[in-house]
């Protein structure tokens, strides 16, 4: 038998009403989160709707928590107070330092003090500045001040052990050196701990300056100290990109030894050990470069540094003879171009570092090639290394830069030789001269037409340029061999007369060059024919008219004017041939 009626509807409106009250706790706990996320106080609770119906029990009470506060914002240090501190530091760096060196040189220069005390009081200094650096680097924002006294005190330290070996000579020059690496090397290693390049500057940058006043002025040992100091820094580098540290370590291989160049060249003393001291300080430039790009992002300004690494090394000259001055920079320029050629299978060497050392052993090869040879043999030389290199370059632009700076500077040696005066009026040539410019002649001719032809795009001012060359070249070449074969005035007559003629068939080659051309690529050679013929009659009526004599004038009219209507009458049945085909073509 069925329930009665009145106990199914009393069982559904309780449930019914404790249904409502789960929904209305549900609608409140969202306010609350609202109300929280939004920052505001929470608003008055509303209470639920009632259902009309009969209740069964109370609805059970519940607690509105508040939104949480809002973090407190943090106060924003002012902007100056960092930089104000890092350089109070290096101020204090720099005056302790001084004070350092006054102490060793001032102090012995007056007498003031034994030996033993001043440099016992500036090891104690050092080693107080480095201990009180390590206790300031635990304490709390104390990394700045830390730095700046382990620097000073590494930095003291090595200025104490070039004093005890320059000035009181208590320890030998490999003992003293030795000394100064564990210093540097132990000073520097907190660099690399503490990631601080500013640490690595602030040794390296001040030691620039006072080291020299140490020891009196630039000497070898003081080169020796400084080539160490770069040499242990480098490991303190590895894996870091800090351009500004490698810079601080060129200065300290470039300074000292661009000054003791200087200074032994205009003592016209030759030093031996100072061109090795330059050749280590190459190496040591070229080898720290190749540890370093991989780890870097200034691959470009790196490889420059290196260059200016190697700067001393192209100056030996100044100290050694050039015979061994040729052979070290020859040696520069192999190192460079090995490494030019096996960038891509060394690390972080392709790419602009590669340009960059492409460059620098062109560089050097020109300074070996005029450092070793006078103007007879260095202008065939170089205008031969740049028809090297265009030939190896083809679509490479910087190699192809590369060819017009070397085959300039074979141009502008050649012009020492044989002057443009040689052109106009008749010289004597002596046999090494005259076969020189022959060579230079040829190969400058040689240089100008592969490097236009191996060129991406060939315009008419390009060929215009090579033209001119050319024709330069020609002329020379003909006037030369004409002086070598008679040294009077038949030699520079028939000479000119020769160039004349070969200005006229340059131009017939050009115009049958461009007759195996469609009609839309013949422009640009057509131009340069004419160029040439204009060029040709213009030297005929201009120059030889009045400078060649008697037969040779009469002979170069007559063979340009047969020559002339050569070229016209070949020129109009050629082409006419050319388009005979299509013509019958299009009648058909």
Same mark, same amino acid.
């Given at each position: 038998?069925?329930?009665?009626?009145?106990?199914?509807?009393?069982?559904?409106?309780?449930?019914?009403?404790?249904?409502?009250?789960?929904?209305?706790?549900?609608? !409140?706990?969202?306010?609350?989160?609202?109300?929280?996320?939004?920052?505001?106080?929470?608003?008055?609770?509303?209470?639920?709707?009632?259902?009309?119906?009969?209740?069964?029990?109370?609805?059970?009470?519940?607690?509105?928590?508040?939104?949480?506060?809002?973090?407190?914002?943090?106060?924003?240090?002012?902007?100056?107070?960092?930089?104000?501190?890092?350089?109070?530091?290096?101020?204090?760096?720099?005056?302790?330092?001084?004070?350092?060196?006054?102490?060793?040189?001032?102090?012995?220069?007056?007498?003031?003090?034994?030996?033993?005390?001043?440099?016992?009081?500036?090891?104690?200094?050092?080693?107080?500045?480095?201990?009180?650096?390590?206790?300031?680097?635990?304490?709390?924002? &104390?990394?700045?001040?830390?730095?700046?006294?382990?620097?000073?005190?590494?930095?003291?330290?090595?200025?104490?052990?070039?004093? #005890?070996?320059?000035?009181?000579?208590?320890?030998?020059?490999?003992?003293?050196?030795?000394?100064?690496?564990?210093?540097?090397?132990?000073?520097?290693?907190?660099?690399?701990? *503490?990631?601080?390049?500013?640490?690595?500057?602030? #040794?390296? #940058?001040?030691?620039?300056?006072? =080291?020299?006043?140490?020891?009196?002025?630039?000497?070898?040992?003081?080169?020796?100290?400084?080539?160490?100091?770069?040499?242990?820094?480098?490991?303190?580098?590895?894996?870091?990109?800090?351009? *500004?540290?490698? /810079?601080?370590?060129?200065?300290?291989?470039? %300074?000292?030894?661009?000054?003791?160049?200087?200074?032994?060249?205009?003592?016209?003393?030759?030093?031996?050990?100072?061109?090795? =001291?330059?050749?280590?300080?190459?190496?040591?430039?070229?080898?720290? !470069?190749?540890?370093?790009?991989?780890?870097?992002?200034?691959?470009?300004?790196?490889?420059? @540094?290196?260059?200016?690494?190697?700067?001393?090394?192209?100056?030996?000259?100044?100290?050694?003879?050039?015979?061994?001055?040729?052979?070290?920079?020859?040696?520069?320029?192999?190192?460079?171009?090995?490494?030019?050629?096996?960038?891509?299978?060394?690390?972080?060497?392709?790419?602009?570092?590669?340009?960059?050392?492409?460059?620098?052993?062109?560089?050097? !090869?020109?300074?070996?090639?005029?450092?070793?040879?006078? &103007?007879?043999?260095?202008?065939?030389?170089?205008?031969?290394?740049? %028809?090297?290199?265009?030939?190896?370059?083809?679509?490479?632009?910087?190699?192809?830069?590369?060819?017009?700076?070397?085959?300039?500077?074979?141009?502008?040696?050649?012009?020492?030789?044989?002057?443009?005066?040689?052109?106009?009026?008749?010289?004597?040539?002596?046999?090494?001269?005259?076969?020189?410019?022959?060579?230079?002649?040829?190969?400058? !001719?040689?240089?100008?037409?592969?490097?236009?032809?191996?060129?991406?795009?060939?315009?008419?001012? @390009? *060929?215009?340029?090579?033209?001119?060359? #050319?024709?330069?070249?020609?002329?020379?070449?003909?006037?030369?061999?004409?002086?070598?074969?008679?040294?009077? &005035? *038949?030699? +520079?007559?028939? &000479?000119?007369?020769?160039?004349?003629?070969?200005?006229?068939?340059?131009?017939?080659?050009?115009?049958?060059?461009?007759?195996? %051309?469609?009609?839309?690529?013949?422009?640009?050679?057509?131009?340069?024919?004419?160029?040439?013929?204009?060029?040709?009659?213009?030297?005929? +009526?201009? +120059?030889?008219?009045?400078?060649?004599?008697?037969? +040779?004038?009469?002979?170069?009219?007559?063979?340009?004017?047969?020559?002339?209507?050569?070229?016209?009458?070949?020129? =109009?049945?050629?082409?006419?041939?050319?388009?005979?085909?299509?013509? /019958?073509?299009?009648?058909?």
């Amino acid at each position: 038998m069925t329930e009665p009626q009145h106990v199914v509807i009393a069982r559904l409106s309780a449930e019914f009403a404790a249904m409502s009250r789960q929904l209305a706790r549900a609608s !409140a706990e969202l306010q609350q989160l609202n109300l929280a996320l939004a920052h505001r106080p929470p608003p008055v609770p509303v209470p639920p709707p009632t259902v009309a119906m009969p209740a069964v029990a109370e609805p059970v009470p519940y607690w509105h928590y508040p939104p949480p506060a809002p973090a407190a914002a943090r106060p924003v240090e002012p902007p100056s107070q960092g930089w104000i501190g890092k350089l109070l530091a290096v101020a204090g760096v720099g005056v302790t330092l001084m004070g350092v060196a006054l102490l060793l040189v001032l102090a012995a220069q007056a007498g003031i003090l034994r030996p033993e005390i001043r440099v016992a009081a500036g090891a104690a200094l050092a080693a107080a500045l480095v201990g009180a650096g390590l206790w300031l680097d635990r304490r709390p924002g &104390g990394r700045v001040g830390a730095v700046a006294l382990v620097a000073t005190g590494v930095a003291a330290a090595y200025i104490d052990v070039i004093a #005890v070996t320059t000035i009181y000579s208590w320890v030998s020059a490999p003992v003293g050196l030795v000394i100064a690496v564990v210093i540097a090397g132990g000073g520097l290693t907190l660099s690399r701990r *503490w990631h601080s390049e500013q640490l690595g500057l602030l #040794v390296i #940058v001040p030691l620039l300056v006072l =080291a020299p006043i140490v020891t009196g002025g630039v000497t070898l040992l003081l080169i020796g100290f400084m080539l160490s100091l770069a040499a242990v820094s480098v490991p303190v580098q590895l894996g870091r990109d800090w351009i *500004w540290l490698h /810079s601080a370590r060129i200065a300290a291989i470039v %300074l000292p030894l661009g000054t003791a160049l200087v200074v032994r060249y205009f003592g016209n003393e030759e030093d031996l050990a100072l061109a090795g =001291a330059c050749a280590l300080g190459a190496a040591l430039a070229i080898v720290t !470069a190749l540890v370093l790009l991989p780890s870097t992002a200034h691959r470009g300004m790196l490889a420059l @540094l290196t260059t200016a690494g190697v700067t001393p090394l192209l100056c030996v000259d100044l100290a050694v003879d050039k015979a061994l001055a040729a052979l070290l920079v020859a040696a520069l320029s192999a190192t460079l171009l090995a490494v030019v050629l096996l960038a891509d299978r060394l690390p972080g060497v392709a790419g602009p570092a590669r340009q960059v050392f492409a460059v620098c052993a062109a560089v050097a !090869a020109l300074v070996a090639v005029v450092t070793a040879f006078d &103007g007879t043999l260095a202008a065939p030389i170089l205008l031969a290394m740049a %028809l090297l290199v265009v030939v190896a370059a083809r679509r490479d632009h910087v190699a192809r830069g590369i060819a017009v700076g070397l085959a300039a500077a074979g141009g502008a040696v050649s012009l020492v030789t044989a002057p443009i005066g040689a052109l106009l009026t008749p010289m004597p040539v002596g046999i090494a001269t005259g076969l020189s410019v022959l060579a230079t002649s040829t190969l400058l !001719a040689a240089v100008a037409l592969t490097w236009t032809w191996t060129a991406s795009s060939r315009d008419g001012a @390009l *060929w215009a340029a090579t033209a001119a060359v #050319v024709g330069y070249a020609v002329t020379q070449f003909c006037v030369t061999a004409g002086m070598l074969i008679a040294a009077d &005035g *038949w030699g +520079f007559y028939a &000479g000119h007369m020769v160039a004349t003629i070969c200005w006229i068939a340059m131009a017939a080659v050009v115009f049958g060059y461009a007759l195996r %051309l469609n009609r839309t690529e013949r422009s640009v050679p057509i131009s340069g024919g004419l160029g040439l013929v204009g060029a040709a009659v213009a030297k005929l +009526f201009l +120059f030889d008219l009045g400078a060649l004599d008697g037969m +040779f004038r009469v002979a170069v009219f007559i063979v340009v004017g047969l020559i002339l209507l050569g070229m016209g009458a070949g020129y =109009a049945r050629l082409l006419d041939r050319q388009d005979q085909p299509s013509v /019958s073509n299009n009648t058909c």
